[in-house]
């Protein structure tokens, strides 16, 4: 039976957020692009199962896109407002609960990125092209969704655009044509995907193999010519942080992995499902950005195959994102998980002490002491557990849930079925309180709270 969350997807930290009465399965998206005025066109069809009876739908779609024509299961007699964010969509006839819902929805617009307190997120123009970031909001800047974490569903995109300009979305490259000055390029996502997941990016790039013909999973780069030097240094040991990270946390959960450097410089790495996305200033020849790699690439596990279904579980995907870089840290002789993470208390314990990492508040939910500490909560708990079974137990939690939506209790659950000891108080004291706790010494008890 379905949880009342999955008939009622509103998220107190999103409200104005997801939409009530049916699940989408399928995006088909066909979108041109036009660069240099920042000009996009869209066709968009949403295949959903209704879950309730209603006389009218809704989905998100930002207000700078202008939408020409709506049709719902083939019919042009659909009515559709579009104000605040939101589509509204009333169909001719009423759909029965279990219902087929096919909306189509021809837009057009400059698209811009979705302003909000984390700044603005979704499409955002380049110095020559475009890239996508839509954490946590930012899908209806650029197609109309259900734009909630918990709804997942495959994808087709199709992104037109000027022929110098290399076009790219998530998943596999399925056909790429060139007709007079423009390219049409297809690609299909297969595995369920969230809507802020997914991704265009477009610029001046070229496509290169990283690894070695025949390596388990196909590891693509897609940079600016002029730093194709530089970023097969910086980047070089992506398969061996490939290799760790499937020892660790289970297979690699998605067909291939793209990463993208965009001439820009940004501020941060952002991630897409099966993509991760670099600024030209995170190739400095140093390997200096090299831990934001190994955070990047542990979120295809933790946050897109694995995602919340509610933002105040974010410590799910940027508290294992944060603890795979020092599982990378201690694989490739540097500093150990347990030295890095004895480094990160003694810093959080200068901080303030006034946010609740299990349930952060959408003000706070970025905030980097949500990424430290729920590191921390994951070391904690390794050194309850020892080594085999906290590995066996991620690997069990990528097994479960992969494609899904999960929630901490699910976790603390399964990690329950690991330790003859009771585990709850160590979770509700690391995640549940304000005060930080003390790690235990190598070896102690990980639910002891000494000052």
């Not at 291939?256 to 995170?282: K, M, R």
């Not at 479960?400 to 659950?413: I, K, L, N």
Request: some cysteine; hydrophobic content about 40%.
């Amino acid at each position: 039976m379905r949880s009342k969350f999955y008939e009622d997807p509103i998220d107190p930290y999103l409200p104005q957020n997801g939409n009530r009465g049916y699940r989408v399965s399928r995006y088909e998206l066909e979108l041109s692009y036009k660069p240099a005025s920042n000009r996009l066109a869209g066709r968009a069809v949403i295949i959903a199962v209704t879950t309730a009876v209603r006389t009218w739908f809704t989905l998100d779609l930002s207000q700078a896109l202008t939408v020409s024509k709506v049709l719902v299961n083939g019919s042009k007699g659909a009515k559709f407002a579009h104000q605040h964010g939101k589509l509204s969509v009333t169909p001719q006839q009423k759909i029965p609960a279990g219902g087929v819902l096919e909306i189509t929805v021809h837009y057009a617009g400059t698209p811009k990125p979705v302003r909000g307190p984390w700044g603005e997120v979704g499409w955002e123009e380049l110095t020559e092209g475009a890239l996508v970031a839509s954490q946590p909001n930012g899908a209806a800047s650029w197609f109309p969704c259900d734009d909630h974490p918990s709804s997942k569903a495959s994808y087709r995109i199709s992104i037109t655009t000027d022929s110098p300009f290399y076009a790219m979305a998530n998943g596999t490259l399925i056909s790429k044509q060139a007709k007079a000055s423009q390219t049409t390029w297809v690609y299909e996502m297969a595995e369920p995907m969230a809507s802020y997941l997914a991704t265009i990016q477009i610029g001046n790039y070229r496509k290169y193999r990283i690894g070695t013909p025949g390596e388990p999973v196909p590891m693509q780069a897609v940079v600016p010519p002029r730093l194709r030097a530089v970023f097969e240094h910086d980047f070089a040991r992506q398969p061996e942080m490939m290799a760790l990270f499937t020892e660790r946390f289970g297979p690699y959960p998605f067909e291939n992995y793209s990463v993208v450097v965009t001439e820009d410089e940004l501020d941060i790495p952002i991630e897409a499902q099966g993509i991760s996305i670099f600024g030209a200033n995170h190739c400095d020849g140093r390997r200096g950005s090299e831990r934001l790699v190994a955070h990047e690439l542990a979120h295809q596990w933790f946050g897109n195959s694995l995602t919340l279904k509610r933002w105040s579980d974010i410590w799910l995907h940027e508290g294992f994102a944060c603890y795979a870089e020092w599982i990378w840290s201690e694989a490739a002789g540097g500093p150990s998980a347990d030295q890095l993470a004895r480094a990160a208390r003694a810093n959080l314990a200068r901080q303030p002490q006034d946010i609740v990492v299990g349930d952060p508040g959408p003000k706070d939910m970025f905030d980097d002491r949500v990424y430290k500490r729920g590191a921390l909560t994951l070391h904690a708990l390794r050194l309850e557990l020892r080594d085999h079974l906290f590995f066996e137990l991620v690997r069990e939690w990528t097994a479960r849930y992969r494609h899904g939506a999960v929630t901490t209790e699910e976790f603390v659950d399964l990690a329950g079925h690991y330790s003859v000891a009771p585990l709850r108080a160590l979770f509700a004291l690391w995640l549940g309180t304000k005060p930080l706790p003390q790690l235990p010494p190598l070896g102690g008890q990980a639910h002891q709270n000494t000052k």
